[in-house]
T-cell receptor
Framework: SAVISQKPSRDICQRGTSLTIQCQVD?????MFWYRQQPGQSLTLIAT?????????ESGFVIDKFPISRPNLTFSTLTVSNMSPEDSSIYLC???????????FGPGTRLTVL | GENVEQHPSTLSVQEGDSAVIKCTYS??????FPWYKQELGKGPQLIID?????GEKKDQRIAVTLNKTAKHFSLHITETQPEDSAVYFC?????????????FGQGTILTVHP
């Protein structure tokens, strides 16, 4: 599996601000995904980051709130915009081949919004 | 869409005992079922997975069984050790053409007492 890193590992932000989370994979991968894990909860898929085109968002998530970029096959960013305390979560990126559905996760970004 | 139910939500065992976690899924098109282990402060780690063309898969102390007819799959950990203590998540893919999309169960907090 590829090695995945995320920056920042954690952050504390004020409401109304935005935070951009970076996800770097050490090899080219077909698919990259972004998940949210609310405190004590399971993982929920936010969107699939598509290289060279707009991300595909899941129901309940919109581009204005969670803009995503994927400029190449090894890197993606997720921005959490106009944050509120309800956005306090762990944000995880993952990579997959698509053909096998196997996914590997990064270490996560722990976000606290005050 | 896919719905995955996971039980129990918490599981406490003595070191050396076996632990079993069960999941059910709703989408008959799902054909890939991974299990993840998440330790405190870390991202989910893929520990074992199974595809719908097999009924059981083993990897040392860990095994997964799949019953496609009943749409349920289970994780079995034998000879548990304190380092097995973590949150375990099951997942199922969306099947069909939705490559890479995973739906997660609610998680099981496993505690192994020395």
């Amino acid at each position: 599996s590829a090695v995945i890193s995320q920056k920042p590992s954690r952050d504390i932000c004020q409401r109304g601000t935005s935070l951009t989370i970076q996800c770097q994979v050490d090899s080219q991968v077909t698919m990259m995904f972004w998940y949210r894990q609310q405190p004590g909860q399971s993982l929920t898929l936010i969107a699939t980051a598509n290289q060279g085109s707009e991300a595909t968002y899941e129901s309940g998530f919109v581009i204005d709130k969670f803009p995503i970029s994927r400029p190449n096959l090894t890197f993606s960013t997720l921005t959490v915009s106009n944050m509120s305390p309800e956005d306090s979560s762990i944000y995880l990126c993952s990579e997959g081949t698509g053909a096998t559905d196997t996914q590997y996760f990064g270490p996560g970004t722990r976000l606290t919004v005050l | 869409g896919e719905n995955v139910e996971q039980h129990p939500s918490t599981l406490s065992v003595q070191e050396g005992d076996s632990a079993v976690i069960k999941c059910t899924y709703s989408d008959s098109a799902s054909n890939y079922f991974p299990w993840y282990k998440q330790e405190l402060g870390k991202g989910p780690q893929l520990i074992i997975d199974i595809r719908s063309n097999v009924g059981e898969k083993k990897d040392q102390r860990i095994a997964v069984t799949l019953n496609k007819t009943a749409k349920h799959f289970s994780l079995h950990i034998t000879e548990t050790q304190p380092e097995d203590s973590a949150v375990y998540f099951c997942a199922a893919n969306a099947g069909g053409t939705s490559y890479g999309k995973l739906t997660f169960g609610q998680g099981t907090i496993l505690t192994v007492h020395p």
